[in-house]
Structures are given as structure tokens and as C-alpha cells.
């Protein structure tokens, strides 16, 4: 396929699949479309920048605690959850699921970094990215290879249903801070007392 013929191949997929969808999002959040979208975009952003530094600069648990108060860790986990739980309605909803699903391994054979919006660029510059050009390509690299690999293993799951099983999975890994952040919180209530009599 051509640059030209996988442009038009793109276009049709719009067309055809993500045209209509936009319109029932556009009705379905008729009332706060422009603010939604924004704030969840927003959430993201802030989370990521959190998860970036505590992955550039903190060492051991002990750092990022003493980095990061604990109401704060929950708020980054909370909000990636939540943004992520609607970017895969709005993907869903919008119709981009049932054109990626339909035509996954035409869309993802000839992908380059090239044909992803320049919003996209913009987003990892602001959630942290210190090269946006190179993680973009980076990423369309692990999509290809992501698909290869589900083609080898034959996997029966539907990206959307991937996409709920990672929203399971930050929902259970929120539950677990939770429980570490309340085990934590009760031990150093413990060791308070203890300190004071010194």
C-alpha cells in the first residue's frame, strides 16, 4: 500500500467508523463536551508527570514517600484510572475501536509517528516527555510489536476487552495502595507514640 492509498485507507476508516461515532459522543456529553474532554486530558497529564519523576528520581519506597505525601500517590493512581476509564468509553463510543478491531493489522503494517496528529506530540511534551518525536515513535513500535505478538499467540481478546482488563488491573492496583497506604498510615501511628516517650 502506497502513502497515498494507506492516507485514503485512513480516511475511509474515518468516514466510515468514527464520523458517526463523534456524533452520539457529542450527544452523549452534549452538555459539558468541551470541558470533559480537557479535564480528563488534564488528569492525565498530571499523573504521568508524577509517575515520570518518581521514576527518574526515586530510588526505593522510602524516597517516594518522603517525595510524595500518600493522599497525593492516591490522587495520581485515582486520576489515571478515571482518565483512562474515559478515554476507552469516548474510544469506544467515538467508534475508533470498531475501525482499529475491524482493521487492525492494514492500520498497524504500514503506521508511522508520521500519521499521528501533532496533538499527540503536544500531549507528551506536556505530561514530561524530554524527546515527544522519539517516544511517538517509540510507541507506534510497541503498538506493531503488540500486534504481532497477540497474532502469535492467537489471543481470542479484542482490544477492547484488553482495554477493560488494564482498567481492572489499575483498579485492583488502586485497591492494593489503598490498603499498603492505610497499613503504612497505622504503622507510623504506632511508632508515633513510641518516639515521643525517647
Do not use: W
Not at 145 to 152: I, Q, S
Amino acid at each position: 500500500m502506497t502513502e497515498s492509498e494507506y492516507s485514503d485507507f485512513l480516511t475511509f476508516l474515518f468516514e466510515r467508523y468514527v464520523r458517526p461515532g463523534i456524533g452520539r459522543v457529542r450527544r452523549r456529553h452534549k452538555h459539558h463536551f468541551e470541558d470533559e474532554f480537557p479535564y480528563h486530558l488534564g488528569q492525565a497529564e498530571r499523573s504521568v508527570q508524577v509517575f515520570r519523576f518518581i521514576e527518574s528520581y526515586c530510588y526505593d519506597d522510602g524516597e517516594i514517600y518522603s517525595t510524595f505525601t500518600t493522599e497525593r500517590l492516591k490522587r495520581a493512581i485515582s486520576d489515571t484510572r478515571y482518565s483512562l476509564e474515559f478515554s476507552n468509553r469516548v474510544a469506544d463510543e467515538a467508534g475508533f475501536l470498531d475501525a482499529f478491531e475491524a482493521h487492525e493489522r492494514e492500520i498497524a503494517s504500514h503506521l508511522d509517528a508520521s500519521h499521528l496528529p501533532v496533538v499527540d506530540k503536544e500531549v507528551l511534551q506536556e505530561m514530561g516527555s524530554v524527546n515527544a518525536d522519539q517516544e511517538l515513535r517509540s510507541l507506534v513500535y510497541f503498538a506493531k510489536t503488540y500486534l504481532e505478538r497477540r497474532e502469535r499467540q492467537s489471543r481470542e481478546l479484542t482490544v477492547r476487552q484488553e482495554l477493560r482488563h488494564i482498567e481492572e488491573l489499575i483498579k485492583r492496583a488502586e485497591a492494593e495502595f489503598e490498603r499498603d497506604a492505610e497499613r503504612n498510615k497505622n504503622e507510623a501511628a504506632l511508632e508515633s507514640p513510641k518516639k515521643s516517650r525517647r
